[in-house]
């Protein structure tokens, strides 16, 4: 089992807007930034979210990312056909000393 | 631009070792450590450790500790991961990727599959 904890799935219409949480502790979330990360298959990880709830230049601002005590959450708004995909999130962990990521949502557009 | 770039797809047998080369440019390689990632069929991101690309000190996840050796070579600006004592369960596609400033993990390689089967 991963260290931050994510549910396996999530859905949504298009247009709508949906999130996913991210739970860890006080040596990672608690402590440190999270990012986020989208995964589509048979691609490398794509940067969505970093320091809690920046975002890199040319992500749409449908995404957005917050975080609060040892807990984050991923915002996509507007939902489309395209943000089908898995996310991940990911956080400096001190007492592991090393990088953690959640287990990944899948996330489907009904 | 950055890029990081990585060998091509290895098949090995049970207890062998497989070597994955990533060669980065488009930035300063000892500026930055490179880390190491894996992703097994249907599951999720796994970070295995990362390398000082400048002093060649490497930090281990616990899991892979002994069995996992990360090196680099500055004359051609290139990150190695070698896992040894091969098992099917290291059946995975394995990422590069480096940091920028302090965003944490943001470049990455377009992976490599390793398959362990006899």
């Known amino acids: 089992q991963s260290v931050l904890t994510q549910p396996p799935s999530a859905s949504g219409t298009p247009g709508q807007r949906v999130t996913i949480s991210c739970s860890g502790s006080?040596?990672?979330?608690?402590?440190?930034?999270v990012n986020w990360y989208q995964k589509l298959p048979g691609t490398a990880p794509k940067l969505l979210i970093h320091t809690n709830n920046q975002r890199p230049s040319g992500v749409p601002d449908r995404f957005s990312g917050s975080k609060s005590g040892t807990s984050a959450s991923l915002a996509i708004s507007g939902l489309q056909s395209e943000d089908e995909a898995d996310y991940y999130c990911a956080a400096w962990d001190d007492s592991l000393n090393g990088v953690v990521f959640g287990g990944g949502t899948k996330l489907t557009v009904l | 631009q950055v890029q990081l770039v990585q060998s091509g797809a290895e098949v090995k047998q049970p207890g062998a070792s497989v070597k994955v080369a990533c060669k980065a440019s488009?930035?300063?390689?000892?500026?930055?450590?490179m880390h190491w990632v894996r992703q097994a069929p249907g599951q999720g991101l796994e970070w295995m450790g990362w390398?000082?690309?400048?002093?060649?000190?490497?930090n281990y996840a616990q899991k892979f500790q002994g069995r996992v050796t990360m090196t680099r070579d500055t004359s051609i600006s290139t990150a190695y991961m070698e896992v040894n004592r091969l098992r099917a369960d290291d059946t995975a596609v394995y990422y590069c990727?480096?940091?920028?400033?302090?965003?944490?993990?943001?470049?990455w390689g377009q992976g490599t599959l390793v398959t362990v089967s006899s």
């Open positions: 006080s040596s990672n979330i608690g402590s440190k930034t």
């Open positions: 990727a480096r940091d920028r400033d302090n965003w944490g993990i943001t470049y």
């Open positions: 390398i000082n690309a400048n002093s060649g000190g490497a």
């Open positions: 488009g930035y300063t390689f000892t500026g930055y450590y």
